[in-house]
């Protein structure tokens, strides 16, 4: 059986610390279903305040990405639920920026913040679309990498 690689260190350019976050959170009433659970339709909003927070810390926010000229809609995303979230429930849900060239991939986890369980795991997938000329770029533009400080 071949050894499942960490696919940031693939890239050793996406070794700064500021590519990947975690992010504590405490799951609200108003997400649960009449058991108490973590309704499945509601773990993309816990995703995307962890990417928010992911992508600000290369200044490239959502609002930034706007600014210059990009939005990055998600074309693919995919959850696994390996355990039940519940209401009050602390959780820790961490983001890693995987991919860059020419999409964006974030892998994610969801932990129980008091056992370090981990209870979902995922990736969402988002491409550069050209604001003025609604064109998907197939190749991410250079102000990501400017963002980044990479070299493409």
């Known amino acids: 059986m071949a050894e499942k690689k960490d696919s940031r260190l693939a890239d050793p350019r996406l070794a ?14 108003h997400d649960v279903d009449p058991m108490g659970v973590v309704w499945h339709g509601n773990y993309f909003r816990y995703l995307e305040v962890a990417r928010e927070a992911l992508l600000k810390q290369f200044d490239y926010g959502y609002r930034q990405m706007e600014a210059s000229g990009y939005v990055w ?13 519940t209401f009050e429930q602390q959780i820790i849900v961490q983001a890693e920026l995987v991919e860059f060239e020419n999409r964006l991939r974030i892998n994610y986890q969801i ?25 998907m770029c197939f190749v991410s533009p250079p102000i990501l990498f400017e963002k980044m400080g990479v070299k493409p």
């Open 16 to 29: 700064d610390p500021r590519f990947s976050i975690r992010v504590e959170m405490t799951v609200p009433f």
């Open 73 to 85: 809609p998600i074309v693919d995303t995919r959850l696994k639920y390996s355990g039940p979230v």
């Open 111 to 135: 932990f129980d913040a008091q056992s370090g369980k981990r209870t979902t795991s995922g990736f969402t997938l988002q491409v550069a679309v050209h604001i003025e000329s609604k064109e």
